[in-house]
């Protein structure tokens, strides 16, 4: 491969995995509105569905739920493994950690690549944003 045509090949390597990673931290934004417990206690998720059940139709919100991209769903799997086993900072929630991660990848004999870890600080910068949003 000549050097224009390996420039060319890094760069809509680089544009796949940047729509990848935005993707996902797109549907864990998602994830997490969808997740958040409303003033009775149940989560929005939940109030949806009820309103589902009792019409018949589904609401556009939960038509309007983002999908995951494909092929990353074993991705979103580690990372609501890590997103479950989070510690607290004292006053809240702590970010997942690279420490976190990488003893994560020790115990699981998993290496993330480049574009993975990037993935899973996003899906964490998604969480924190929609815990800001409970303030």
Do not use: C
Request: hydrophobic share 40%; no cysteine; proline share 3%.
């Amino acid at each position: 491969m000549g050097h224009q045509a390996d420039q060319q090949f890094r760069r809509r390597s680089a544009k796949f995995y940047q729509e990848l990673i935005e993707g996902f931290a797109a549907y864990a934004a998602d994830q997490f509105e969808l997740a958040a417990k409303q003033s009775d206690g149940a989560t929005l998720r939940e109030h949806l569905e009820a309103i589902e059940r009792n019409t018949g139709r589904p609401p556009k919100r939960l038509l309007g739920a983002l999908e995951l991209p494909d092929g990353v769903g074993p991705l979103w799997a580690d990372f609501m493994h890590l997103h479950s086993r989070r510690g607290s900072s004292g006053f809240g929630s702590a970010r997942i950690t690279d420490h976190d991660i990488e003893a994560w990848q020790r115990l699981h004999s998993v290496t993330l690549s480049g574009w993975e870890l990037e993935a899973l600080y996003k899906a964490d910068d998604a969480y924190f944003a929609s815990q800001a949003k409970k303030s």
